[in-house]
């Protein structure tokens, strides 16, 4: 006898058990899908990055150009966009084979992340700090003042594998010592993957707060993402003719300065216009501001008209604030680089230096508590009394932020350094790249520089004396590599961060491609550095890392030791009090009135190199290019002016690549002046 079991209680009907068949069955075959596609794009990124991380160290080292060097690195642009070109006529013809805006979403992601590690943002510096002290003792003779107290895994042990690192393998030929850099490569990696680490969880600390409860700017990530949010859509950026038209302004400039250099008959042209108004202004106080320039670079233009006007104007504001005060000091009888006539002590340019770093304490100190009540939440979620899901701050970003500084305070300590230098080294510098980034994250800063740093600092608060001649050695190396924080990678995550949550990205495929990327640009980067090194010798390069930066922080450093030792200095302690309560009457202005309109951020780098000599006066006219539009033709014409703007960055990207990549091929250097 048949038994149905369509009424039986709980039985589900065979038609309905049938539906939910095939649908569980179209579900694992677009899980399926997924998992093809995510691999892909991840793959075809590292792919991507170690093939940027060729070009931009040929580039660098033999020609001296830096295509990775800036917040929005020019070769991850151009990659991007040769993806974007070799995958438009893919989606018409092969749509299986041709990439999904996620996919493309991800790869970007990849190449920007990772795209400055291989330059002086972190490998060039690194292999450098693996043998610099062993070959430099001749052009810098204070290194020998670190004998004895550097750990030999932090070294090249084989004298002559660094001798030939510099001057090249001989004519007969040889192989790589692949072998002698090993251990000392893989030591100084560690301390940089921990950093690393720690930056990013700091960056995601601060991810759904600045994206989005306060949606900050970040103009950044403006051109990436026009390019992928009208990928393949009825009117997208690359239909726009004022896209092409703004492009055609930086590329002008570029073509015709290497074309130039080629064929001297042509005209002359730069990638950035300079006036050096200083050079006019001989008698004092005036002739502090010397050094004074207008620089006009489009791609700066471009960025500046999407800011927002109070950030744009702290940029420019400052800077010519900061002029203005070495004119007064000049006034009162001192020489802005050492001092007054007969007077110790007092240094106008460390006083300014040191009351940014005060202004920097501050806002970095505003934001984190800012944030504190959702880190407070995350740690409630590890202790178990919260949900972890959904937080704004992920528990697992807590903990790797605890035990990558735990790591590498005890990186540090196995290389002779004292725990308590290291730690205030590691707070200086998050407290710099906290405040400097909202600056990048807001502002879009596109090179990142500041005069403090901190090694100096820590000189200024503790003196020389109360630090042993091991952390001495270490705090060296360390402000080789981070000093600066010009290259943060916590730059590059809070703006992926938000690249991320636009593009819909934010999953395993994402992270998963963000980690691949970091180590395939460092391991690639390694490898082409060595490379070439000992097939040309790395004292002809152009690169500063190599030539003379790690050497010469060395130098300084040892230089601090062979002289007397050195209490704290009040001066440091003075500035940056100094410092810190400009900020807080800042920020205090910004918060209270409407009217004030200025934003704190820009008094931190107003003293910056890059700010005197490439930013400020770019800053000025694309501020004052989108107040004037906004003002008469309104937020329609401002709008609709966009194109034009996003292509002046397009525009530069696109076109100093292409003259680095013909450099290479040709083997010929072309316009010097070109980033």
């Known amino acids: 006898m048949t038994t149905s079991t369509e009424n039986l209680p709980g039985a589900v009907p065979a038609g309905a058990a049938a539906a939910r068949t095939e649908t569980a069955t179209v579900a694992r075959q677009r899980a399926r899908r997924g998992t093809l596609r995510g691999l892909r794009a991840v793959l075809l990124g590292a792919v991507l990055v170690v093939l940027l991380s060729a070009l931009s160290l040929h580039s660098n080292l033999r020609y001296g150009r830096y295509l990775t060097a800036a917040s929005l690195p020019n070769g991850a642009t151009f990659m991007f966009v040769l993806v974007l070109l070799a995958n438009a006529p893919l989606t018409r013809l092969f749509p299986r084979f041709a990439l999904s805006v996620g996919e493309l979403a991800i790869v970007f992601s990849m190449l920007f992340v990772s795209a400055a590690l291989p330059q002086a943002s972190v490998a060039e510096t690194l292999v450098t700090l693996s043998a610099a002290p062993a070959y430099f003792p001749r052009a810098a003779p204070h290194i020998g003042a670190f004998d004895g107290k550097v750990p030999p895994w932090l070294l ?56 989005r409860e306060e949606r900050v700017a970040f103009p950044l990530m403006e051109l990436p993402l026009e390019l992928l949010r009208g990928y393949g859509s009825p009117a997208p950026l690359w239909r726009n003719r004022l896209m092409y038209l703004g492009a055609a302004v930086p590329t002008a400039m570029i073509v015709l300065g290497q074309m130039h250099t080629y064929y001297p008959s042509l005209p002359e042209s730069q990638q950035i216009l300079t006036i050096k108004v200083g050079e006019w202004l001989h ?20 960025i500046s008209y999407l800011l927002n006007s109070e950030v744009a104007v702290s ?10 005060q070495l004119i007064f000091w000049t006034a009162l009888g001192y020489d802005p680089q050492e001092g007054a006539a007969g007077a110790r002590g007092f240094q106008p340019m460390e006083w300014i230096r040191d009351a940014e770093f005060g202004g920097a304490l501050v806002l970095s100190a505003v934001l984190l508590l800012s944030i504190r009540g959702d880190v407070r939440r995350a740690i409630r979620a590890l202790l178990g009394r919260e ?31 004292n725990v308590l230098v290291v730690g205030a080294f590691l707070l200086f510098l998050y407290a710099i790249v906290v405040a400097l980034g909202r600056m990048v994250a807001a502002g879009g800063l596109y090179l990142v520089d500041n005069g403090y740093a901190p090694q100096s600092l820590l000189y200024g608060l503790a003196g020389t004396g109360a630090i042993d001649k091991g952390s001495h ?28 949550h636009d593009m819909g990205t934010e999953n395993r495929w994402h992270a998963a491609g963000v980690v691949l990327a970091v180590l395939a640009a460092l391991v690639s980067a390694y490898g082409f550095i060595l490379f070439w090194s000992y097939q040309y010798g790395a004292a002809t390069f152009r690169a500063w890392p190599l030539s003379w930066r790690v050497p010469q922080m060395y130098d300084q450093t040892a230089a601090f030791l062979n002289a007397v030792s050195r209490g704290p200095d009040p001066w440091t302690y003075a500035g940056i009090g100094a410092g810190m309560l400009i900020a807080l009457f800042l920020v205090y202005m910004n918060r209270t009135y409407l ?68 450099e290479s091929l040709l083997g010929v250097r072309g316009d010097p002046r070109a980033r």
């Open 156 to 211: 090249v042990q084989d004298a002559e594998a660094v001798r030939q690192f510099y001057q090249g393998l001989p004519l007969a030929g040889g192989d790589v010592p692949w072998a002698a850099w090993a251990v000392p490569v893989a030591a100084w990696s560690g301390f940089v993957l921990l950093l690393l680490l720690a930056l990013y969880c700091l960056s995601r600390a601060f991810t759904h707060r600045w994206v």
């Open 283 to 302: 008698n004092p106080p005036l002739s502090a501001a010397s050094l004074f320039q207008i620089s006009v670079w489009p791609l700066v233009i471009g």
């Open 315 to 324: 940029i420019w504001l400052f800077h010519l604030l900061f002029w203005a």
């Open 387 to 417: 949900r972890a899901e959904g937080l704004p701050v992920p528990p697992w970003a807590v903990v790797g932020f605890a035990l990558a500084n735990a790591g590498m305070l005890l990186w540090g300590r196995a290389a002779g350094a």
């Open 473 to 500: 050695y270490l705090l060296a190396g360390q402000e080789a590599l981070f000093g600066r924080a010009d290259m943060s990678f916590f730059y590059f995550a809070t703006n992926d961060s938000k690249f991320a």
């Open 595 to 662: 009217w004030w309109g200025i934003s704190p951020f820009g008094f931190v780098v107003a003293s910056s190199w890059n700010i005197a000599n490439q930013i400020w006066s770019s800053v000025f006219l694309g501020w004052l290019f989108a107040s004037l539009i906004r003002r008469y033709g309104g937020l329609r014409l401002y709008a609709a002016g966009r194109p034009f703007f996003l292509g002046l960055i397009l525009g530069d990207a696109v076109s100093v690549c292409a003259m680095a990549l013909l």
